[in-house]
């Protein structure tokens, strides 16, 4: 079985910064792609930014520039390291791994159970 453990969430201010933190572990035979969600309250879950195994990036537009993704592929870890934080940033953050598992080298998509970011004055 695959655990994704999420970490790093809080209460900042405007402007201010945070780093989330991303661990899958389990039968892990690879990693393709590790990412970061949210959800904001009434809204649809979005993409915030995803890196591959072998280091290419995506953002979503708001978050460019402020916004870095990384990863550490020896530990299967994912960060989000995110400055500049606007109220418009409050959600919950979700970290999802697509990974192959198993000796069948099945392939999967894993989610964690998500952190809270409140940006707030």
Same mark, same amino acid.
Do not use: H
């Given at each position: ?5 999420? $970490?790093?969430? =809080? ?8 780093? *989330? $933190?991303? #661990? #899958? ?5 690879? +990693?393709?792609?590790?990412? @970061? ?9 979005? *993409?915030?930014?995803? +890196?591959?195994?072998? =280091? !290419? ?7 460019? =520039?402020?916004?870095?993704? $990384? %990863?550490?592929? #020896?530990?299967? !870890? ?20 697509? *990974? ?5 080298? @099945? %392939?999967?998509?894993? @989610? ?10």
């Amino acid at each position: 079985q695959v655990q994704v453990v999420e $970490s790093g969430g =809080g209460l900042v201010q405007p402007g201010g910064s945070l780093r *989330l $933190s991303c #661990a #899958a572990s389990g039968m892990i035979l690879s +990693i393709v792609e590790m990412a @970061w969600y949210r959800q904001a309250s009434g809204n649809e879950r979005e *993409l915030v930014a995803a +890196i591959t195994s072998g =280091g !290419t990036t995506n953002y979503e537009d708001s978050v460019k =520039g402020r916004f870095t993704i $990384s %990863r550490d592929n #020896a530990r299967n !870890t994912v960060y989000l390291e995110m400055n500049s934080l606007k109220p418009e940033d409050t959600a919950v953050y979700y970290c999802n791994v697509d *990974l192959y598992t198993g000796a069948k080298m @099945w %392939r999967n998509r894993y @989610w964690g159970q998500g952190t809270q970011v409140t940006v707030s004055s």
